[in-house]
């Protein structure tokens, strides 16, 4: 379990002629599209089904399984959404391939759609991703040109649309219903859910909402078969995936790997170790900002899957991984990251505008010495009564890591406390 | 980000500003073909807002009261969306807008150290905008350039792994 034997989603990222859509055929692009074409969609569905592939956008939901939530039979429109809001903090594996591989990413797109019989693919790409966004706009137009969008794709009788929407700053979009919210021209508040997006999405229509990463293995799944795929990576947690590195790292950036790579494997063959070698690990972030922290003893055998994560009370999310030296105060790192969800909170449900904004305030007034024991008691307290109390999960998201900083980590918060202030005076330890 | 700020809510009151004239007919007709690429025209409201803070640097109160008119909905509606979303400016800003990334992965390289280097460098504060209006400072959160922090969005464009040489370069070429 670890290192791939070849590069599978990277391996066409590092030409430079991306917007050469004769250099992308040339390399293969749009192959897999004529196949599918030829093939009945749910038999695409089937092979997506039995590959066990898990949605690569944080929740790890099945993806063909979700697929078969879609009406069979109905008289409105089926829609696919592409959820290119990549945002979740310590995550840019979606902008990688967006930027350096947007036919990939289309050709994974379309064969979904088609699997689905959608008849618009809208792209909710982040308003900040301006450069993603003109690579795939360019890709869509020379696709359009190709007749691989539009009427009677390649023959094969199935129109399809492409619409590429921009965002304008929010993290919330990247909830699956205030991304719809969104793109139907609202403030984006997630939905109540049931119904689900499959029985009523984007206008009220059908709609199967799925992230950049996992549509763009799909092509790679249905010219290898779905045994290629379960044959990487572990039982349940199939597949290679997209590690996004980052913090006190030697080399950090993207890495791809096989699902369940032990994470220190990760971070000291893939990574180059510490970015000061001097330094021990602290403590890392496995999976974007909204999963609990891990202690250094807890990162020393950690397979980087799904479930492992789960089992141990974290997750593996996004796939985001935050790595700290010693240098770093955990409570101003806590801080940081709870200025985070105060800031992003979309203000829909009371327990999370005023519970986010709370144990922000909490955790500050530790850090910079204003702070009680008592303050601690309250902090949990504020949290338990987030976790699962509103629309969407955001407030877990906000209070769990938060609950995490506290649990594991306590003895620093204490510090802070009787100190009155931090022992470290907050200094980060990347300054350059 | 500036101690005097810390532990407080990072909520700030909106603020519309007017610009004193409406979008100019160019601008609307791409807010009319924008409207055209969707099913429903709401889902036009964003892309319209773009178009307007393209022409006029910000969503002029003017501007947005074209487009509740185009898209079939109230001022207040518009104002709901615009107050919503943090890249949508409502008031005007300087000629550039230096968005520092701070969250967590640019913190731990060195975001809080560029954003006091950037305020002294520039002689004000996070939120303000230089007396000449050539730079607006301002901090975001994460946006997704995490390996290669710390990092600023300038305009369209990412910066990434800044250091102050590298950062006052930049700024000293933009006038």
């Not at chain 1, 039982?235 to 950090?252: D, Q, T, V, Y």
């Not at chain 1, 906000?398 to 995490?404: D, T, V």
């Amino acid at each position: 379990m670890g290192a791939l034997t070849e590069k599978v989603l990277l391996r066409h990222t590092s030409h430079d002629d991306q917007t050469d859509l004769d250099a992308a055929l040339e390399r293969g692009a749009y192959q897999v599209l004529g196949k599918a074409l030829k093939m009945q969609p749910d038999a695409l569905v089937e092979e997506v089904k039995k590959s066990g592939l898990r949605g690569r956008g944080g929740a790890g939901f099945p993806t063909g399984l979700k697929w078969t939530f879609m009406p069979k039979e109905t008289s409105k429109p089926k829609y696919l959404v592409v959820n290119a809001d990549e945002s979740e903090p310590g995550t840019f594996k979606d902008r990688l391939l967006m930027e350096r591989d947007p036919h990939l990413c289309l050709e994974g797109f379309l064969i979904s759609a088609f699997a689905m019989k959608a008849s618009v693919i809208f792209i909710y790409i982040r308003g900040e991703f301006v450069h993603p966004w003109r690579m795939l706009d360019e890709a869509i137009t020379q696709a359009r040109a190709k007749g691989y969008i539009g009427k009677n794709v390649l023959g094969s009788g199935w129109d399809v649309d492409v619409i590429l929407h921009r965002g304008a700053g929010a993290y919330i979009c990247g909830e699956e219903t205030a991304l719809m919210e969104s793109l139907e021209g609202k403030r984006g508040y997630p939905r109540l859910k049931p119904p689900f997006p499959a029985s009523y999405g984007v206008y009220g229509n059908p709609t199967t909402i799925n992230n950049v990463e996992t549509l763009a293995i799909v092509p790679f799944i249905v010219e290898r078969g779905a045994d290629w795929f379960l044959g990487i990576g572990k039982e349940k947690n199939a597949g290679p995936k997209l590690f996004c590195m980052s913090g006190h790292l030697k080399r950090p950036g993207v890495y791809e790997a096989e699902l369940g790579i032990p994470l220190m494997t990760l971070i000291n063959d893939q990574c180059g170790g510490m970015l000061n070698p001097a330094r021990k690990l602290k403590a890392v972030i496995p999976g974007g900002s909204s999963a609990a922290v891990m202690t250094a003893a807890e990162c020393a055998d950690l397979p980087m899957d799904f479930d492992t994560l789960a089992a141990k009370g974290s997750m593996l999310g996004s796939a985001g991984v935050m790595v700290m030296d010693e240098s770093v105060c955990m409570v101003r790192a806590c801080e940081r990251v709870l200025k985070f969800y105060a800031h992003e909170s979309c203000g829909q449900c009371t327990p999370c505008r005023i519970g986010a904004d709370w144990i922000y305030r909490i955790v500050s007034r530790v850090e910079h010495g204003g702070g009680t024991t008592a303050d601690l008691d309250t902090l949990v307290s504020v949290c338990d009564g987030m976790v699962g109390k509103t629309i969407c999960v955001f407030a877990d998201a906000a209070a769990l890591p938060a609950k995490s900083f506290v649990a594991k980590f306590r003895n620093e918060f204490l510090d802070h406390i009787s100190m009155k202030g931090c022992p470290t005076k907050g200094i980060p330890a990347g300054a350059r | 980000m500036s101690a005097a700020a810390e532990g407080q809510a990072p909520h700030v009151g909106i603020r519309f500003a007017k610009a004193g004239r409406g979008l100019t007919e160019a601008t609307l007709r791409r807010i009319d073909e924008a409207i055209a690429r969707y099913p429903e025209k709401r889902s036009a409201l964003l892309p319209a807002l773009w178009l307007a803070q393209q022409e006029q640097g910000f969503c002029s109160l003017e501007a947005q009261e074209q487009i509740a008119e185009k898209i079939g909905v109230s001022p207040a509606f518009v104002a709901g969306v615009v107050s919503f979303y943090t890249m949508y400016h409502t008031q005007p800003v300087g000629r550039h807008v230096v968005d520092v990334c701070t969250t967590v992965s640019c913190w731990l390289r060195g975001s809080d150290e560029l954003v006091g280097h950037l305020e002294s460098s520039l002689g004000i504060k996070v939120g303000q905008t230089t007396p000449d209006g050539r730079i607006t400072l301002r901090t975001v959160e994460c946006l997704g350039s995490c390996g290669t922090a710390p990092m600023c969005q300038i305009g369209d464009d990412y910066h990434e792994d800044l250091t102050f040489a590298k950062i006052d370069k930049i700024l000293d070429g933009m006038t």
